[in-house]
């Protein structure tokens, strides 16, 4: 059974069908490809289009993107390794959950100074350059919404969007300044921002002079792995 609803889902990916389209590109009985399709619609990897069609449902992109955030976690770690390296920074991986933002990956300074987020930790969609990142590409109406408590203005994120990179300064926390770019997954959508972050007495008041090409760079890094995986 499994392998006829496979072969439901692979006539699909030509394109909308109706019920006696897929009978004849599967070879189903009539019956057994309606089943079929009544239960991939039910489990939503089978939708209908306007015309009743079937086609590809919902759930497939889903899970296409939570294998892609797996590989985004699995290459994250060396990618800020360097980073934090290169910049001698601490640097984080964050990606947005509803009207926050979560550090899903982290490469902290060995000894020093250093402004420690560990794994785990729920900030706020506020304030500081990831959290422009992450807002800065959203469709109109959200962004807008986003920007109503923000701390930054749509002036600045329109910065953001046309240098590719976000930089703060004692913006979500005092004396703390930081550099973010954006990690994109294979659609173009925004899913994540690298980041790096450290006092202001070490980045200065213009962070992004000193390490914006390193962050975009180490972003870019991540974004391929993601094409890869949707290739």
């Known amino acids: 059974m499994l392998d006829k609803a496979a072969s439901v889902l692979g006539a699909l990916e030509a394109g909308p069908a109706t019920l006696?389209?897929?009978?004849?590109?599967?070879?189903?009985?009539?019956?057994t490809a309606h089943r079929l399709a009544v239960a991939l619609e039910h489990h939503r990897m089978v939708a209908r289009d306007m015309q009743g069609r079937f086609v590809l449902g919902p759930r497939l992109n889903e899970l296409a993107t939570a294998a892609g955030e797996d590989r985004l976690l699995a290459a994250a770690n060396p990618v800020l390794v360097a980073l934090r390296d290169h910049t001698g920074e601490s640097a984080q991986l964050y990606r947005r959950q509803g009207d926050h933002r979560v550090c899903v990956a982290a490469a902290?300074?060995?000894?020093?100074?250093?402004?420690s987020i560990p794994v785990g930790a729920t900030l706020t969609m506020h304030a500081g350059s990831a959290a422009q990142i992450l807002l800065a590409w959203e469709e109109p109406d959200r962004l807008h919404r986003g920007?109503?408590?923000a701390v930054f203005t749509a002036t600045i994120l329109s910065g953001v969007r046309r240098r590719g990179w976000a930089q703060s300064v004692s913006e979500r926390?005092?004396?703390?300044?930081?550099?973010?770019?954006?990690?994109?997954?294979?659609?173009g959508r925004v899913v994540a921002a690298v980041c790096v972050s450290g006092p202001v007495e070490r980045l200065s008041r213009q962070p992004g002079r000193l390490h914006a090409?390193?962050?975009v760079a180490a972003a870019n890094k991540l974004t391929e792995v993601l094409h890869r995986a949707g290739e």
């Open 20 to 31: 006696a389209q897929l009978v004849t590109s599967t070879g189903l009985a009539r019956p």
């Open 173 to 187: 926390e005092l004396g703390v300044a930081s550099v973010s770019a954006p990690v994109r997954g294979p659609s």
């Open 213 to 215: 090409g390193a962050v």
């Open 147 to 149: 920007l109503r408590e």
């Open 108 to 115: 902290e300074r060995p000894v020093g100074l250093r402004d």
